[in-house]
């Protein structure tokens, strides 16, 4: 089952979020099998991050290569994610570069 994932790690600014996203990117880990959406909003300082994944097993094979990279950009993800299960969805092909 699809699953909703928000993210509200404290004080995440633009250059951490940045950062991140390249190094997930020059690792070869980025974007990640089972990600069905992606979405950073927020003003920097106060960044937020939710995504929808195919499934929560996906997401959480994910999180052990992503949390090292979130480490050593001192985000701090201080609590549990809010997860909800996703009863239908549908997305269109799109993106942005980070900061768009």
Known sequence: ??????FAPDGLTSEQY???GKKLEESGN????GLLAHVCFGSSGDLRVSEVWESREQQEKFAQKLMPVLEGENVNMSGEPEIIDVEGYFMRDASSDAGD
């Open 18 to 20: 940045n950062n991140v």
């Open 1 to 6: 089952m699809a699953v909703l994932i928000r």
């Open 30 to 33: 980025w974007p990640p099998e």
